[in-house]
């Protein structure tokens, strides 16, 4: 296991829609396992994948526990064969949000992203909001990406 030589306690939640959603606890739990490495993060546990099949709660939960904290992923689909994705990486190591984003954007066809970054060191001040694409992250960024 690497060292962590600074603690950061970004928590970094990400909603969005999802055109062509996972369907398989396996699809899940392989892009765990690899937004896990992509952003430079060690598995501690998991991941932990299970498929829901009840009326109004529809879709897939992954969980996994990183040695610097966790990543959540929630799945609900809709009639239409969309679902709509709520998503947290909570981590004390730094890690690149737009390497998250281009994952869901390639893998599922992502869209419509609104993301909140918390900085949990300073009382959970809200570091950023969604921005429009292009736009680079920020302490006041309002993002919204389509």
């Known amino acids: 296991m690497s060292q962590i030589s600074h603690l950061n306690h970004k928590h970094v939640i990400f909603k969005a829609k999802l055109s062509s959603p996972p369907t ?8 765990i396992e690899a937004i896990v490495s992509e952003i430079g993060m060690e598995f501690f546990m998991g991941p932990y994948v299970k498929k829901s099949d009840l009326e109004g709660n529809k879709g897939i939960t992954g969980v996994a526990i990183i040695t610097t904290s ?3 992923l929630h799945t609900f689909d809709n009639d239409d064969g969309t679902s709509d994705l709520q998503l947290d990486v ?22 419509s ?3 909140l970054e918390l900085d949990r060191n300073n009382n959970l001040r809200i570091e950023s909001k969604t921005a429009e694409l292009g736009k680079g992250w920020g302490p006041s960024d309002l993002l919204y990406w389509d």
């Not at 909570?90 to 869209?111: G, N, P, R, T």
């Open 70 to 72: 966790h990543v959540a």
């Open 113 to 115: 992203f609104e993301i």
């Open 90 to 111: 909570y981590s004390c190591k730094c890690f690149e949000k737009q390497i998250v984003i281009d994952s869901l954007k390639v893998l599922w066809d992502a869209h």
């Open 24 to 31: 398989t606890e396996l699809q899940v739990h392989r892009w």
